[in-house]
């Protein structure tokens, strides 16, 4: 049986845990045996729930071990290791980002984006053609959502994605924000190794989610923040926009708008109904973006790629 070895499958983080799946789905449809390459020290695979948990093996073990009949699924975080020019087997790249690597590994043998940004960034930056599948939302994994208005007002919750950019960006927003809304009750959450159920729970017991990422491959916790029926606001990580429309179903925009954030936000509050009607459209947007589509488009391609 040949295998598939899936680079930083269970890192826990979002971006890994597609890659997993893609493994799961040449596993599932294509009778590969999926295998887990270590990426640094070894992590517990506690964030996400995992069907199959895959053995382990580290980067110096999967180059002895793999063939010309293997297939490898690899993050472009990870081109720094160069496998596209070193190794055998055909080679896929799941592009979940366009700020995550120096050099793209361009030797690869399959290239798929996760949003309309990374695709174009690909074919303007290395003239590479793409399709794009997006990242989907664990629907059926969700905790049951309190209806909007049921939830504390003035309640909200501030991402703050991982970098200084952010850190400063969040910075700026509290700072106008304690001016603007003294009494809005802002909670606080970056980065996270918490169970994802939990960060979830965190998002569904607020009215607002604030986003604040500078620059995203495709931002997957502000989708899950519409599927739960917590409106969307803050910046847009510009591929965000790919779900994200303002003043229908989120009012998030980009970051060199910033200095309007702290207004775009005091006008939320102060428009309950609006509002609400937006979060209900976000929901219905939120739903196409499930695991059996993931799944039917990724079977769609790889059998393309794989004749």
Not at 92 to 121: H, K, N, P, W
Not at 143 to 160: E, G
Request: one cysteine or more.
């Amino acid at each position: 049986m040949p295998f598939v070895y899936v680079v930083g499958a269970l890192i826990p983080r979002g971006g890994a845990f597609m890659g997993y799946h893609v493994g799961l789905v040449l596993e599932k449809e294509f009778g590969y045996s999926m295998v887990n390459v270590q990426v640094g020290e070894k992590t517990p695979a506690k964030q996400f729930d995992y069907p199959t948990m895959p053995p382990t093996i580290t980067i110096p073990q999967m180059e002895k071990r793999i063939t010309k009949d293997d297939l490898i699924v690899v993050n472009p975080s990870f081109s720094k290791f160069m496998f596209g020019l070193r190794l055998p087997g055909r080679k896929i790249s799941y592009v979940q980002g366009f700020q995550t690597y120096q050099v793209l590994d361009c030797r690869f043998d399959l290239y798929v984006s996760v949003s309309a940004l990374v695709q174009e960034f690909l074919r303007g930056v290395y003239g590479i053609e793409t399709s794009v599948i997006p990242a989907f939302v664990q629907l059926k994994k969700l905790p049951n959502p309190m209806p909007w208005k049921n939830r504390p007002p003035m309640s909200a919750l501030m991402y703050i994605k991982e970098g200084m950019e952010n850190q400063v960006a969040a910075q700026y927003v509290r700072h106008q924000l304690k001016t603007r809304l003294p009494n809005l009750k802002l909670d606080v959450i970056k980065n996270s190794d918490l169970p994802h159920v939990q960060f979830m729970k965190r998002i569904a017991a607020v009215r607002y989610f604030i986003n604040i990422s500078l620059a995203e491959g495709f931002g997957l916790i502000s989708l899950e923040a519409m599927a739960l029926g917590t409106f969307v606001t803050g910046l847009d990580g510009q591929a965000g926009r790919d779900y994200l429309r303002f003043g229908e179903n989120s009012k998030a925009c980009s970051f060199k708008d910033i200095d309007h954030v702290p207004a775009i936000i005091a006008q939320c509050v102060s428009a309950d109904k609006s509002v609400e009607a937006m979060t209900a459209q976000a929901m219905q947007d939120a739903l196409k973006y499930d695991l059996a589509s993931f799944r039917a488009s990724w079977t769609q391609t790889l059998k393309k790629f794989l004749g």
